[in-house]
């Protein structure tokens, strides 16, 4: 962990939130319906507070990293299973962000490439951008922000404006039952934030950290309603349903009068979603490495990092195959719930506790 | 005679001779200095007697030293010196000031020392029954006159440029900071070539964490020969397999003066006119000196402008690339018409069409470098239009991509630093090839691997993206937008100088 302990200030800690929750865009994947709003928004609501409470316990609590607040909610043996635990639990969420990018590049710009090879060429550049660090990582994320969030916005605002707004009412007509159904695939697109683990910890002040937190779930939270609002008034509710890729399709349709650059404007909406996930990926490797290295007790994560790398392109290639896919699904969902309401109010009310009995001491 | 295999002198820093004393002493200084000196030609020991008696030599570099002055001075007033006098002593260096007229004179108990500063143009003075010897600033080396610098100067603002002498160069720069706490620490490097190094700073100004680490790498450097800056630079590089520059430097003495005001430190190196400024960060790459001497409305557009074209020049042919091999379907009707009109009769793939033009130009650009001045030019219209327009003609290349290469070369000569620029040339490669493999989605992974490439950088505790990343609101703008002269009044913050104010408006 070379350089995991330098702090950072409130564009890192944002950045690095954002990309983790994919900013509404990554793993949007055909067969949604418009009230699929209706479960991402409480999901990420319910980050929004985990990061909260996460924030409490690294500030009570005074810890540097994720190692030194378990290991002060659990005990040390069981803060080592509870990180190398994490350390899988990234892994598959990093092999199951590029497999789905990859389909999707595979559908869209290299038909004819083989996805086990644009796998290979995501997960490199994951790799790249965060086996040197946080402070590379946060420094990736921050910089390709500037430019994906402006483009993005311009995508959603021009959507937006160019929508048929007559669409919209089904949206506001959601199905209770559906709602319930589109949990599990709401998960896989805005989960992240409990990725902050391993960073929160080092923002520099409580005012920077918090804002940056919280910001950046909404942000998220924003971006996705936006989207999936324009998406909605460009191709129709039954276009979202139908679509495999519901937000490239409905970008496709935008075009700007007279800025002709591209023939579809769903090239941009592509760069976006590709520049995400491969922040998101890297995110999560980085994660993943960081856990491991930590249960180990090593501080070679650069190395772990490495050695994660054939691991989580072999889940990858698995997860293609349906039964491996429903497996890697419910380790999102057990492990993603687990982190939020387990470790994150566990180590938020352990460092309230032992705050309060310093205090008294 | 020694052989000539055998090294008449012990390079280790540790090895020290001392000026021998006592019976016979002056006759072995003057056989160690003839030992040393060997089969030289240039090197000249001249030895003559007092009219004290006293024997005396003196050790002199043809060339190097001043001969008008060694002659006038020396041996003339050494005689005047010793019957003025009236005493047979020669007692301190202050009675040699006073009689010799130098206004540079050190002493030394190190003959070997005293042997080495000969040799970079002072010359050595040893005295029978003296127990030092005498050192006397003669250095006179022909050099370049100040002039314009290769590189290219600029429209408004000063022409002239460093040359390959340290003190014409430390006197460019002391005529524009005449500020007492202005620094110039001399070192030397190099066992064998004794480069004499100015380490400059500004006291109360240069932030002290910087200068103490700076120097010490400089000391730490134990190197045989130093033959320019450029050497140096990479020895003092963090990051040495990067393909970025991890300093800064120029040719101009307004520029280092600037960017010693900004905080930063100068490394001067004897015999080059390329002067180093450390930290170096991306945005400080970008800048040129005008963009202070401009008005501010078009020094913004200049500046966003280079940074366009720096992105263009790296970019733009492997998304040409991108484009026509995998994604001809995203480009407009009428352009993509057009291109498969251009295309039609190329016998190569796009990548290949794009790697020999690129190559092509790689070529033509060394080629124009080595070649005579006057050749130069003519070489530059063969190979420009002669070849291009043979090429095209021949149907090897399409008339569209001479355009996408000859844009992404011209926007590739906006950028200030040559050697960023020199490292985007690499990041171009890395991009087309990654764009010929996977089009678009190729592209983007090289642009994230080029991205990591910057953000992994840091040098002397300064992050090489700042100030976009750590990020700084106000510094992030100025690094694409010149504010106006009187909204420019802090030193950036991220090189954390002492003393932030650089302007003040006075009370009215």
């Known amino acids: ?361 | 005679m020694p052989e000539q295999n055998d090294a008449v002198f012990d390079i280790s820093p540790d090895y020290d001779q001392p000026v021998f004393t006592g019976d016979g002493a002056f006759e072995r200084n003057l056989s160690y200095c003839r030992r040393l000196k060997g089969n030289s030609s240039d090197i000249l020991i001249r030895s003559f007697v007092l009219s004290d008696s006293r024997k005396c030599f003196i050790v002199c570099v043809d060339g190097m030293s001043d001969k008008d002055s060694v002659e006038r001075c020396v041996i003339l007033a050494s005689r005047r010196f010793a019957s003025d006098s009236g005493e047979n002593k020669f007692i301190a260096s202050d009675g040699v000031l006073q009689q010799f007229g130098v206004t540079e004179i050190s002493e030394t108990e190190s003959l070997s020392d005293g042997y080495i500063s000969a040799l970079t143009g002072d010359v050595l003075v040893l005295i029978e029954n003296e127990p030092k010897a005498f050192i006397f600033g003669y250095r006179s080396i022909e050099s370049r006159s100040i002039g314009d610098s290769p590189l290219g100067g600029s429209v408004r603002g000063p022409h002239e440029a460093f040359t390959e002498n340290l003190r014409s160069n430390t006197a460019l720069l002391r005529r524009r900071i005449s500020d007492p706490n202005f620094v110039i620490e001399g070192l030397e490097i190099g066992r064998r070539s004794h480069t004499s190094i100015g380490l400059c700073y500004i006291l109360g100004l240069t932030n002290g964490e910087l200068v103490n680490n700076v120097k010490s790498l400089l000391e730490s450097i134990d190197i045989d020969i130093v033959s320019d800056s450029g050497e140096l630079e990479q020895l003092l590089e963090p990051s040495p397999y990067s393909i970025f520059p991890q300093t800064d430097g120029t040719e101009l003495p307004d520029v280092a003066a600037s960017e010693l005001c900004a905080g930063r430190v100068a490394v001067i190196v004897n015999g080059s006119p390329y002067v180093l400024l450390l930290p170096v960060t991306l945005s400080r790459l970008m800048k040129v000196s005008e963009d202070d001497y401009q008005r501010w409305s078009f020094a913004s557009f200049v500046k966003v402008l280079r940074w366009i074209c720096s992105v263009i020049s790296v970019i733009a042919p492997s998304l040409y690339v991108a484009m026509v091999s995998f994604h001809p379907g995203m480009l407009p009707t009428d352009l993509l018409i057009l291109t498969v009109i251009n295309r039609l009769n190329v016998p190569f793939s796009s990548f290949i069409e794009v790697l020999l033009l690129e190559l092509a130009l790689e070529v033509l650009r060394e080629a124009s470098i080595r070649m005579p001045k006057n050749i130069g030019a003519s070489l530059s219209i063969v190979g420009g239009i002669i070849i291009g327009d043979a090429a095209i003609s021949a149907g090897l290349i399409s008339p569209l991509l001479i355009v996408v290469v000859g844009v992404s070369t011209m926007a590739g000569f906006v950028i200030p630093s040559y050697s960023l620029a020199s490292s985007y040339r690499l990041v171009k490669y890395l991009l087309l090839i990654l764009a010929a493999a996977f089009g678009l989605a190729g592209l983007i992974c090289g642009v994230v691997i080029w991205l990591s490439m910057l953000t992994s950088l840091r040098a002397f505790g300064v992050e090489y993206t700042a100030p976009l990343f750590p990020f700084s609101k106000k510094w992030a703008l100025r690094g694409f937008i010149q504010p106006p002269a009187d909204k420019r009044a802090s030193r950036p913050e991220y090189f954390d100088p002492v003393d932030v104010v650089r302007y003040r408006k006075g009370d009215d």
């Open chain 1, 1 to 361: 962990m070379n350089n995991t302990r330098e702090p950072l200030g409130f564009l890192p800690v944002f950045a690095l939130a954002l990309f983790a929750t994919g900013m509404g865009v990554t793993g949007v994947v055909g067969g949604i319906r418009p009230e699929f709003i209706y479960a991402a928004l409480p999901l990420l609501l319910a980050q929004s507070l985990a990061l909260l409470l996460l924030l409490l316990a690294f500030r009570r609590g005074g810890y540097g990293d994720a190692f030194e607040l378990l290991c002060a909610s659990f005990s040390r043996p069981g803060a080592r299973i509870l990180l190398l635990l994490l350390g899988v639990y990234f892994a598959f969420r990093s092999a199951e962000i590029l497999r789905s990018q990859s389909d999707c590049v595979s559908f869209y710009l290299l038909e004819s490439t083989p996805p086990a090879v644009i796998l290979a060429m995501l997960l490199i550049t994951a790799f790249f951008a965060a086996f040197k660090g946080l402070r590379q990582l946060s420094g990736n994320v921050s910089l390709l922000l500037f430019f994906v969030l402006p483009l993005f916005v311009v995508i959603v605002v021009v959507a937006l404006v160019r929508c048929d707004f007559g669409e919209l009412r089904v949206v506001l007509q959601p199905s209770a039952d559906y709602v319930g159904e589109s949990v599990p695939h709401a998960l896989a697109v805005v989960s992240g934030a409990e990725s902050a683990l391993f960073f929160l910890g080092l923002s520099k002040t409580k005012k920077d950290s918090g804002r940056a937190a919280v910001f950046s779930v909404a942000a998220s939270a924003v971006l996705l309603t936006a989207m999936m609002l324009a998406s909605v008034g460009t191709i129709g509710a039954s276009g979202v349903c139908l679509e495999r890729y519901p937000f490239i399709e409905a970008a496709r349709q935008i075009n700007i009068g007279g800025i002709a650059l591209t023939e579809r404007f769903d090239m941009p909406m592509l760069v976006v979603t590709l520049f995400v996930s491969i922040g998101r990926a890297a995110i999560f490797l980085f994660c993943g490495a960081t856990a491991i290295s930590a249960a180990f007790g090593t501080e070679k994560r650069s190395v772990v990092c490495l050695a994660m790398v054939p691991f989580v392109y072999a889940l990858a290639l698995a997860a293609g195959i349906s039964s491996v896919g429903r497996v890697m699904d419910r380790v999102a969902y057990i492990g993603f719930f687990v982190i939020i309401l387990l470790i994150f109010p566990v180590a938020a009310i352990t460092s309230i506790f032992n705050g309060k009995k310093e205090k008294a001491s």
